[in-house]
T-cell receptor
Framework: AQSVTQPDIHITVSEGASLELRCNYSYGATPYLFWYVQSPGQGLQLLLKYFSGDTLVQGIKGFEAEFKRSQSSFNLRKPSVHWSDAAEYFCAVDITSGGSYIPTFGRGTSLIVHP | DAGVTQSPTHLIKTRGQQVTLRCSPK?????VSWYQQALGQGPQFIFQ???????QRGNFPDRFSGHQFPNYSSELNVNALLLGDSALYLCASSERTGIGTEAFFGQGTRLTVV
């Protein structure tokens, strides 16, 4: 079945430190992958997306993600975390359903940033 | 551009009651999807509307129903509410869905069933 796994429920980093959030997917064809961020009490905001081409994708707010087909991964990274990055992060993959494409989300990783 | 707007922002209902949640899509978008996000979980797809018809449906019972109006706005109705229906309900709009179509999300409606 097509799915997304985020193995880390919580990640704690110090402000200024680097960040990597893990995402593994299960999909038979070329996946279309997304990272979303959700601040407390808010909806989801798209950080970046991968369709094809360059496997290193740049997004908003200084985030990037690297698609690695051999590892079925699409990990999110940021070189220096700010306190305002504390939020819930969701990886998603487009799955095909009756001719439509429905984003399917992982359970999320909660990022905690220490001053 | 107001983006995707949802109303109300919060709602408290009693078990067995019925509830209607509303969503106005982003300007230029004609497809609306609804998601349920339980506490500590990722959003779960409920259904998607396009051209005033339900096009896709996730694994939710018939108690969950919806509607899309000619102006593309949408409603989510839940009948016979259960305690387990307590969640954040998210509406997302997009142009007619295609592979990799970006969905824009509203802030959600927090439903509490007591």
């Amino acid at each position: 079945a097509q799915s997304v796994t985020q193995p880390d429920i919580h990640i704690t980093v110090s402000e200024g430190a680097s960040l990597e959030l893990r995402c593994n997917y299960s999909y038979g064809a070329t996946p279309y992958l997304f990272w979303y961020v959700q601040s407390p009490g808010q909806g989801l905001q798209l950080l970046l997306k991968y369709f094809s081409g360059d496997t290193l994708v740049q997004g908003i707010k200084g985030f990037e993600a690297e698609f690695k087909r051999s590892q079925s991964s699409f990990n999110l990274r940021k070189p220096s975390v700010h306190w305002s990055d504390a939020a819930e992060y969701f990886c998603a993959v487009d799955i095909t359903s009756g001719g439509s494409y429905i984003p399917t989300f992982g359970r999320g990783t909660s990022l905690i940033v220490h001053p | 551009d107001a983006g995707v707007t949802q109303s109300p922002t919060h709602l408290i209902k009693t078990r067995g009651q019925q509830v209607t949640l509303r969503c106005s899509p982003k300007s230029g978008h004609d497809t609306v999807s609804w998601y349920q996000q339980a506490l500590g979980q990722g959003p779960q797809f409920i259904f998607q509307y396009y051209e005033e018809e339900e096009r896709q449906r996730g694994n939710f019972p018939d108690r969950f129903s919806g509607h899309q109006f000619p102006n593309y706005s949408s409603e989510l109705n839940v009948n016979a509410l259960l305690l387990g229906d307590s969640a954040l309900y998210l509406c997302a709009s997009s142009e007619r869905t295609g592979i990799g179509t970006e969905a824009f999300f509203g802030q959600g409606t927090r439903l509490t069933v007591v």
